[in-house]
């Protein structure tokens, strides 16, 4: 978080719009993560929206609530001890202090992230028909849930964190 401080500091002199169009488009922030950065950067210490997932869900509507829903009962089911807590004001995944699995909601799409680059990377043609990003993976609202793909992006994962504590 040093590092994503001083990038705040550097550019403290513009306006919050600026700036989070300035984390989205140079380092490839989701809306929510960049508004949690500048938000903090600015003094916010109240930045806590949710408890938990369904606080998280309340504002969505009923299609969003249903796919977000299926997505972590999919992923729980397979991976019962991985904790749901809300970081960034998101739904996320842990496996002690690593995050496995986060999830945002836009107005069009639901973004979806492993947390690690390399994991989309290995997943490349299994993710050929969604739009990717470094880390994040774009489904439709209304996403008929892929198991596999999701239960193969948290073995990824799960194996990446494995191997980087070795």
């Known amino acids: 978080m040093r590092y994503w401080f001083g990038v705040m500091k550097e550019i403290a002199d513009r306006k ?4 989070i169009a ?8 989701s809306q929510a993560h960049a508004n949690a950065l500048v938000m903090y950067s600015r003094g916010s210490k109240s930045s806590k ?3 938990d997932l369904g606080d998280f869900l309340e504002k969505h509507d009923a299609v969003k609530q249903k796919t977000v829903k299926k997505i972590f009962k999919s992923i729980k089911s397979k991976y019962p001890k991985l904790e749901q807590v809300i970081a960034w004001n998101q739904p996320m995944l842990k496996q002690g202090n690593d995050y496995v699995f986060g999830l945002s909601i836009s107005k069009n799409h639901i973004t979806i992230a492993p947390f690690r680059a390399e994991v989309l990377e290995s997943m490349e043609k299994e993710l050929a028909i969604y739009k990717t990003n470094k880390k994040t993976v774009v489904v439709p609202v209304d996403w008929k849930v892929d198991e596999q793909l999701l239960h193969k992006m948290i ?12």
Request: charged share 40%.
């Open 22 to 29: 300035f984390l989205k488009e140079e380092h490839g922030f």
């Open 155 to 166: 073995r990824l994962t799960l194996k990446q964190i494995k191997e980087s504590k070795n």
């Open 16 to 19: 919050y719009p600026e700036q």
């Open 49 to 51: 929206r949710f408890d």
